[in-house]
């Protein structure tokens, strides 16, 4: 384990509890470690995030909330490790990510997070059942297998009558489901949603914060990113950023 890790350990005493009792020697699933990043915009320096320490144990969910523009995304892509931060590293069950060969980094991602996209960025040219079925065959289900839990899930989201749609031919808040099926179809450990409710009514909505309830019950580890009240009242904890730096962290009000 290194210095900079047990250092932090003792700054995250004042974060609140997972609801489970946790054993002092156990290890956070997801731990944000001093994450800075920023942007050169020409002469200028744009400091998006300036010192992010954040640590998640298994079964808490949290959900992110900032202004626009706050860098919650890059915080979240830099969690997921589809982006290096220029500054700290993410630590995966205590394992440090940023010395990783790419292909380790792919493979954790793969086998252990999934993610929903602001801009869902799913493939074009395949159908809604495809998207979801891919990265299960990816991860070496068999297609009758993966089919199976594809289905079941896009029913669940209320898609069962889209399942050969490709993405052009499905609204926003549709494409929006297809990506949490796709996202949550290998049951990852690490689950990161950036704004997934975004496009959704409110009946659509709900269902998916029940879909993520039951993940996060079941001891997976969430991260929204959310401007939905709701959503953000049943996670665990609700995470605040300003100005690059987590001014709050608190278990929300049950009111
Ligand atoms: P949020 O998701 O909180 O709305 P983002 O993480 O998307 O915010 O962006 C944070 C800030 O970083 C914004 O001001 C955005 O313009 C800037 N930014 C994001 N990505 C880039 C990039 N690739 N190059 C330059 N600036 C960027
Ligand atoms: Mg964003």
């Known amino acids: 384990m290194s210095k900079a890790y047990t250092a932090a350990r003792v700054e995250m005493i004042e974060q609140p509890e997972p609801p489970q009792a946790r054993k002092e020697e156990d290890v956070p699933i997801l731990f944000l470690h001093d994450i800075e990043r920023h942007y050169r915009q020409g002469d200028e320096t744009l400091h998006v995030l300036n010192g992010i320490e954040l640590a998640l144990w298994s079964g808490q969910s949290v959900a992110l909330v ?71 065959m990816i991860r070496g289900l068999k297609r009758t297998e993966a089919t199976t839990r594809a289905v079941e899930l896009l029913e669940y989201l209320g898609l069962g009558a ?36 975004g496009n959704l009514d409110s009946t659509s909505g709900s269902d998916i914060m029940s879909l993520f309830t039951d993940l996060w019950q079941s001891g997976r580890t969430l991260v929204i990113i959310t401007h939905d009240p709701a959503l953000a009242k049943r996670a665990s904890r609700v995470v605040e950023i300003r100005d690059g730096r987590i001014t709050s962290d608190h278990v929300p009000s049950s009111s």
Not at 99 to 128: C, K, M, W
Not at 179 to 184: D, G
Request: proline share 7%; glycine share 8%.
């Open 66 to 136: 900032a202004p626009s523009g706050a860098g919650k995304s890059t915080l979240l892509h830099i969690a997921g490790l589809l982006e290096h931060p220029d500054h700290g590293d993410v630590y995966i069950e205590g394992r440090a990510t940023a010395v990783l060969a790419d292909h380790e980094r792919t493979r954790i991602r793969r086998n252990e997070i999934g993610f929903v996209y602001q801009s869902h960025h799913l493939l074009p040219e395949f159908s809604a059942l495809e998207n979801v079925l891919l990265p299960q």
């Open 162 to 197: 889209r399942l050969n749609h490709r993405p052009s031919e499905l609204s926003g808040g549709e494409q929006q489901r297809v990506s949490i099926a796709r996202a949550v179809a290998n049951a990852p450990r690490i689950l990161l949603a950036d704004e997934p409710t």
